[in-house]
């Protein structure tokens, strides 16, 4: 009866309501074959007990298994109770006690089977919480190394895309800016050597300007902030709207007569928005530059509104058809639409109905 009460606990864990119900089978046979053996075979049912609420994932059989076991192990205490009251001489002596010990002794089994099996229960109940718990705190730590890792990589192609930004803005406008000059002083450095020479000065001044930003841009990399995203005052971002004039002056410089105007009263606004208004700008008299023919005229306007500013670059040139027929990789225009989304700004891009092309941005100011 011993290997009967104890043999099926080796596979408790695999069989929890199995091992419990054979277990308390093997119990009841013990008393019944009336085996001089009280204490072992409570511990081997408890365990049983306990491992059905420890161990088993479907959790209503487990709670209706234990409530099956139990009740019976209770109407087996009952009928032990009412047998022993039915036969006089089981009974003790009644002596001088308040209770009489037949019920003392009553109370005593019911109390005793109660925290036997509400302890069973109670910690099998437990164990399972705490084993779900830090299943759930095992997956969560997975979801949060992934995460991490997710952000990091995140973290590292937003570093990229705003290094190849940086750069596009450096380079492509003062690179092309040499380029309209290189060619224009090419073309007249013999009829016209005063021309050549100028125009050789704008490469010179536009070469010395490029390597400048880029000088200033790679000490900002070097010397990131707190949260990695704020650039100092000096950085090539943090270019203002009084360049906006000296913008104007190099297109012009460069062939094609680009008018700057401001309408509405100048204020001061926030840095960012400077900065993306400047970068904007810069991008949209590159592209003229480089697309929008030899003849054609740039405007340049900047308008305070009362609750931001409207950026607007326009020219006369062939527009979307100069635009299409290069072989340009857009990334200029996709750098003016992160740009303006990063402050919550509205731009519109594209041909005009008139002729030419437009580039108007609205940044929020408050």
């Not at 053996?37 to 007990?49: D, W």
């Not at 991490?148 to 003062?174: C, G, M, N, Y």
């Not at 536009?206 to 000490?219: H, I, K, N």
């Amino acid at each position: 009866m011993v290997v009967a009460n104890a043999g099926p606990l080796a596979v408790r864990r695999r069989f929890p309501m199995s091992v419990a119900v054979v277990a308390a089978l093997a119990f009841a046979a013990t008393q019944l074959l009336r085996v001089p053996e009280g204490l072992f075979v409570n511990f081997t049912l408890f365990i049983a007990l306990y491992t059905v609420g420890a161990w088993c994932s479907d959790r209503v059989r487990a709670e209706a298994v234990r409530w099956f076991l139990i009740l019976g192990m209770f109407a087996w205490v009952f009928l032990a109770i009412v047998f022993r009251w039915s036969v006089p001489s089981a009974l003790p002596g009644d002596g001088d006690s308040v209770i009489p010990p037949f019920v003392a002794n009553s109370l005593l089994s019911i109390i005793i089977n109660l925290v036997y099996f509400g302890a069973a229960w109670y910690s099998g109940n437990r164990a399972w919480t705490a084993a779900v718990a830090k299943h759930d705190l095992d997956e969560r730590t997975v979801e949060l190394a992934a995460e991490r890792e997710r952000s990091a990589a995140q973290a590292v192609a937003l570093e990229r895309v705003r290094i190849a930004r940086e750069l596009h803005d450096v380079v492509a406008h003062h690179v092309s800016l040499m380029g309209v000059q290189a060619g224009a002083a090419r073309r007249v450095i013999d009829r016209d050597p005063v021309q050549a020479a100028a125009s050789l000065g704008v490469v010179e001044d536009s070469a010395r300007t490029a390597v400048e930003e880029l000088r200033r841009m790679l000490g900002t990399l070097r010397q990131s902030d707190a949260d990695g995203h704020t650039l100092p005052a000096d950085a090539p971002s943090t270019e203002g709207l009084a360049r906006l004039p000296e913008l104007a002056a190099a297109a012009t410089t460069a062939g094609h007569d680009t008018g700057f105007s401001i309408v509405g009263d100048v204020r001061p606004v926030p840095p960012t928005v400077a900065a993306v208004a400047y970068r904007i700008a810069q991008e949209a008299v590159t592209n003229v530059l480089k697309h929008a023919g030899h003849d054609a005229r740039a405007d340049l306007r900047l308008r305070y509104l009362p609750d931001g500013l409207e950026l607007e670059v326009t020219d006369t040139g062939a527009g979307a058809r100069a635009s299409r027929s290069t072989a340009g990789s857009g990334l200029g225009h996709v750098g003016m639409r992160e740009r303006v989304a990063a402050v919550g700004g509205r731009i519109e891009i594209g041909p005009r109905a008139r002729g030419g092309y437009l580039v108007r941005a609205w940044l929020p100011t408050a």
